[in-house]
C-alpha cells in the first residue's frame, strides 16, 4: 500500500536523451510536488501543483517540463538531459491547506552518462 | 541562501540516551516547521511538525522545540534506539503565495545510535 509511489527508481541514461518519471499517490491529495536533492543533499523544490495546476516553478530550465493529467498523478519529462542533472529526484504530495505535512516517495536516482 | 541551516554534519549517541538534533532558519515568514527522517535509498518520512504559535510538541519520543526570537528548533529523541539511525532533515513553510506551497529543507543531520 504505497502511499506515494514512483517509478522508475533507477534511470541511467546518455546526455542528450528525453525521459519521463511517473508519480502517483493514493492518499486523497490536492497538492503535489517535485524536489531534486543535488550531490550536495540539499534537497530543492522545483514544481507545485495544487488541483493539476502549476503553482510553483522553482526557476527549473524548461528542458523540464511537469504534468499533472489529475490530482493523483504528476509526471516529470526531461529533455535533452545535461551531467547537471544527475540527481535524486522525489516526489512528494500534501492538502494544500493548512499546516499540513508533506509524504515523500523513495526517490527516482537519475544518472546521465 | 541558506534559509534552514542545521550545522552538525552527524551526531553520535549511546542507545537509551538523548539525541538532541538542532535546525536554525532566518526567514521570518516561516511559520511551521518540520522533522523528516531518512534511511538510504528511501524517502523521507514525516516525523513531527510544530506551528510557530507553540513552542513544544510532543510525539511518544519526539519532542520538538521552537524558539521563535532565536530563530532556532530542535529535536530531541529520548531514549535513542539503534533504529534511529538515519539523516534527520529539519523543514520549514511559510504561509503565504507560493511559500505556502513548499517546504525549505536544511542540510540534514546523519544519527548514528551506537549499541
Known amino acids: 500500500d504505497t502511499a506515494v509511489s514512483q517509478t522508475p527508481k533507477y534511470l541511467v541514461t546518455q546526455m542528450g536523451n528525453d525521459k519521463s518519471i511517473k508519480c502517483e499517490q493514493n492518499l486523497g491529495h490536492d497538492t503535489m510536488y517535485w524536489y531534486k536533492q543535488d550531490s550536495k543533499k540539499f534537497l530543492k523544490i522545483m514544481f507545485s501543483y495544487n488541483n493539476k495546476e502549476l503553482i510553483i516553478n522553482e526557476t527549473v530550465p524548461n528542458r523540464f517540463s511537469p504534468k499533472s493529467p489529475d490530482k493523483a498523478h504528476l509526471n516529470l519529462h526531461i529533455n535533452s538531459l545535461e551531467l547537471g542533472d544527475s540527481a535524486v529526484y522525489f516526489c512528494a504530495s500534501s492538502f494544500g491547506v493548512g499546516n499540513q505535512p508533506q509524504h515523500f516517495g523513495d526517490g527516482t536516482r537519475l544518472s546521465i552518462l | 541562501d541558506q534559509q534552514v541551516k542545521q550545522n552538525s554534519p552527524s551526531l553520535s549517541v549511546q542507545e537509551g540516551r538523548i539525541s538532541i538534533l538542532n535546525c536554525d532558519y532566518t526567514?521570518?515568514?516561516?511559520?511551521?516547521f518540520l522533522w523528516y527522517k531518512k534511511y538510504p535509498a528511501e524517502g523521507p518520512t514525516f516525523l513531527i511538525s510544530i506551528s510557530s504559535i507553540k513552542d513544544k510538541n510532543e510525539d511518544g519520543r519526539f519532542t520538538v522545540f521552537l524558539n521563535k526570537s532565536a530563530k532556532h528548533l530542535s529535536l530531541h529523541i529520548v531514549p535513542s534506539q539503534p533504529g534511529d539511525s538515519a539523516v534527520y532533515f529539519c523543514?520549514?513553510?511559510?504561509?503565504?503565495?507560493?511559500?505556502?506551497?513548499?517546504?525549505?529543507f536544511g542540510k540534514g543531520t546523519l544519527l548514528t545510535v551506537n549499541p
Open positions: 523543514a520549514a513553510k511559510g504561509n503565504s503565495g507560493g511559500s505556502n506551497y513548499k517546504l525549505t
Open positions: 526567514n521570518s515568514m516561516f511559520d511551521y
